[in-house]
Every structure is written in structure tokens, then in C-alpha cells.
């Protein structure tokens, strides 16, 4: 005998049920939302399988500043290898415009120093930093951490720099070589000297992450590397897979066999956090990730401990933008440059997107520009081809055009919306 089972509504649907209005709509109270775990009011709709949740469109954020593509460093994973543009560093003229057009963009709270090139390196790197902290922005720093020398950390404290991202991609050379170039000792000496000076100085900030890009030669290291928090005064450890710019590098990666199922777990509150893109479960990575979770470690996966999820843009759904050394505006790190990545050992042009320039419209203008709205309103809804689990035809070698539209660029292989990729 066939029974047919009756499923119950999922949260969603009992949600969506709560929440149909007299003309047929559906809108969802923050308080209709509590029961899917959601903080804020949400869209609903229709997509090819369903009804769903999206995010809104949120005011922007936080901003990341390209401040230079120069660099004391030439790391085999560099994005700087593969691109084809020419680089420069942004002039103090373009910056403290930028600065002062936040002003009408009160939402912004934080400046990102980072982009494709070592933001230290850039001669007036000081004064610009104290351009944003005199705005009362948060300011973050992401480095190599081979610059960190004394006079460098005293000033930084002065400047009461909020967060200082420090690459470090392995603790022993073995691992690191043909990756990221910078030795250890030193960005460790670096770090420790950040650290007294720190507590000397009685000062709070700047807090310490370390972004460690995982592959199959440093992940072993990841453990190790967490075990030295307290040593080396830094409170996260930000992990993010390698996104492979030539060919050799797309062996290196932790994410061959890519799902977006992963495990719900319950963070303890008296471990350190560590947060961890989906990895592959069956290979090198499977071990490191059974010792800290063996540890007690709060594992977190893209910021968050839920599991399951479908493609999210952490850019366009947390308010986040990037700006070029020469002023380009692009809703992401990704569209900043025209560059090659590879995803399942095939080559993918990924060309950049701009939606404006500071030098010549101001960043309220852009955000608000039709095009730039229509697209981040495609990315929430995310209406693009699934090639990131699909990979079957020709038109994934770009990001111009898929199976569902050519309204450019899309976005259905990009390895930061799968949450393969992540950043400060
Ligand atoms: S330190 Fe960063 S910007 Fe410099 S070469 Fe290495 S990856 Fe590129
Ligand atoms: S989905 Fe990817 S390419 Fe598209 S805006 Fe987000 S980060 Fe950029
Ligand atoms: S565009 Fe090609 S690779 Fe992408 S989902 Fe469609 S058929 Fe698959």
C-alpha cells in the first residue's frame, strides 16, 4: 500500500502564510519574521521554485578603499598576476573627496584599506588614515604585516586604528612558499611588538584578525596557527579558500568537490571564534576542522551559524562597496579589476563592473544611479544561471552573459556569493 505523506509548511511558508494582506501581497513584520530567525524585514519572491525571503536593499556600510596596487610583495596568488589593467595609487585629492562625500551618506560607518596591493605602501598611507578617523569613521587596515615596525606601531595606536587585518597563510615556509610570500618570523615579531605596545600603552584598539587563505599546503597549519592567539595578541582568525589566478594554483584548492551543505552547530561561548568557508569534508581540511571543532572551537561558517543557504552576496546584502586607486566605484572587490580566475580547473574572464567614479559624481549619486539599484535589486534575488554547479556550457568562461539573461555582469559562478571566498 502507498501512503502519501502531507508535509507540514515549512517556517517560511507558515511565515508567508502570517503575512498576506488583503490585496494579496505579502509583508512580513519583523516579529511575523522571528519564527525563520530573521531581524529584519524581508521581500518575498517568486522564484523558480517557490516563493522565498530576500533580504532588502540596505543603506551602505562599509566602503573598501584600493589606496594602491604596489606592493614590497609578489605572491603567486596575487590577483595582480592575472590582471590586465595598469595599476596606480589613489592621489589625496580623490580620497579626501570621497571622505567628505560621506557626509551625505551617514550610514557608511566603516573605511576598509585594502583592494589588490599593500595599503601601508602608499606615501601619504598616514594621512589618509587620520582623514577617516577625523570623519569619526571606523578604520580597517588590511596588510601583509611586514611594515609593522615600531614607528609604524606607535603610530597606529596614536591614530586609533580600529582593526588591522594581517595576512598570514602559513606558519612555516614549506607551506607558504609559492603562495603568499611574506616569512612568518617577522610578521610574527610584528605582531608581538603590536601586542606589548598595546597593553604598555593601555590601548584598546587596534584589534588584531588574521586572514589566512586555505589551501591543501597550509591548512594542516590552521590549529597551530589558532593555538598562537594569545602569543601574538590577535582575537580572530578570518579564513577564506584560494581563489587560483593561473592553472597550477587551481590544484591547491580545499573546495574541488564544493556543497552548500554544511552542519548547524551550537557555539560555545567560552572558545575562540573561528570562522571558515565551506571546505571540502573528504579531504586535508576535514581533519583540521575535526581538531578545532575537537577543541571546542565556535566554528562559523561566512559569518554566520547558520547552515544550507543558497548563493548570498555579503556586498550588496550587507551594504558593502569597493572603490578603485583611481576612483572607479564597483559593488564589489570581485568587479574591481578585469582579471582570469579558475573554478573546477577551467579559466573564467571575469571583467570589471563600474557604476561610477568619486572623481566625478558623488558616492550618493552612484549608490542611487538606476543601474547600480537594478543590479544589487538582480544579486539579492539573485537572479542569475546556477553555473556554479552547473559548469556545462560556454557562456560560464565570462561573467557577460548566462542561460537566463545578459543583463551584465552576472553573478551565478562567483566563488564570494557561494561563500567559498570571504573577506574582512
Ligand atoms: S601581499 Fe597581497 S597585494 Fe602584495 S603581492 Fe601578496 S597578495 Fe598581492
Ligand atoms: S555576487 Fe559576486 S560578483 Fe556579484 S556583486 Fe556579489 S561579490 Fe560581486
Ligand atoms: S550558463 Fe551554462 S554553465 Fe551556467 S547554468 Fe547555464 S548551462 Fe550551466
Known sequence: MHMEAVASPSPIESACRAGVQADGAVRLTPAQLGDVGAAAALEVVPMPRGLALVLPDVSPRKIYVELTTACDLDCTMCLRRSWGSAGGSMSADTFAALVAQLSDLPSVRTINLSGYGEPTSHSQFYELLCL??????????VTNGLRLGGEAVERLIDLELDRLVVSVDGIHSSATQRLHAGPFAQVAENLRRLNRRRLARGAACPQVTIEFVATKRNIQELPELAGLARVLGFADILVTNLIPYTPELAEEILYERYSTASRPRRPSPWNPCVDLPPMDARSVAGAAVERLRGAGTHL?????DVAGAGPR?????????????DGQVSPCLQLLHTHTYYYRDKPKLSRSYHVGNVNETSLPEIWNR?????????????????CIDCGGCDLRETNEEDCT??????CGECLWAAGLVQCP
Do not use: H, M
Not at 135 to 141: N, P
Not at 300 to 304: K, L, M, P, S, V
Not at 373 to 385: G, I, L, M, Q, T
Open 132 to 141: 577617516v578617523k577625523q570623519a569619526g569613521l571606523s578604520a580597517e587596515v
Open 300 to 304: 562559523r561558517t561566512n559569518g554566520a
Open 313 to 325: 552576496c555579503r556586498f550588496i546584502t550587507e551594504g558593502r562597496l569597493a572603490v578603485r586607486w
Open 370 to 386: 538606476p543601474a547600480y539599484r537594478a543590479f544589487r535589486d538582480r544579486v539579492r534575488k539573485f537572479e542569475f544561471s546556477p
Open 405 to 410: 539573461g545578459k543583463a551584465f555582469p552576472r
